[in-house]
């Protein structure tokens, strides 16, 4: 079984190193040592703690209620304004999400560089690549 560091676990939960160490210190998270003396995590632990994680952050109250199960919180850090459409850029994390949309939205939600926002994506068709 595949087994994680906590600077590993840490980048593919979204989260700080020292927030994985503290999770660990407290409990939360399910760690054990190797010859070295480095925490580890079993690939599988940190995937039931990730599903966890996504579980208690979905019922956050004021949360909007959606389909959309793919959910990426951010901040913009760009808007092409045109016409009658936009492109509007989120940074969440690593991750760099691009949406178009028409200006009428971008107003309507008061997007501007520096906001919080929240990109989610629905799709029919999802690649997995293995890293």
Do not use: C
Request: proline share 3%; glycine share 10%; no cysteine.
């Amino acid at each position: 079984m595949q087994s994680y560091t906590i600077g590993q676990a840490a980048r593919l939960l979204g989260v700080s190193p020292d927030t994985a160490r503290r999770w660990a210190d407290a409990g939360r998270l399910t760690t054990h040592r190797d010859d070295g003396g480095r925490r580890l995590v079993d690939g599988r632990d940190l995937a039931a703690f990730s599903v966890e994680l996504a579980r208690a952050g979905a019922v956050e109250e004021g949360a909007p209620y959606t389909s959309a199960r793919n959910a990426f919180p951010g901040i913009v850090t760009a808007i092409k304004l045109g016409d009658v459409a936009a492109q509007v850029e989120i940074q969440a994390g690593p991750h760099r999400l691009v949406s178009l949309l028409t200006r009428e939205a971008v107003e309507e939600l008061g997007l501007e560089v520096g906001v919080e926002a929240t990109a989610r994506v629905k799709s029919t068709n999802v690649h997995i690549d293995r890293t």
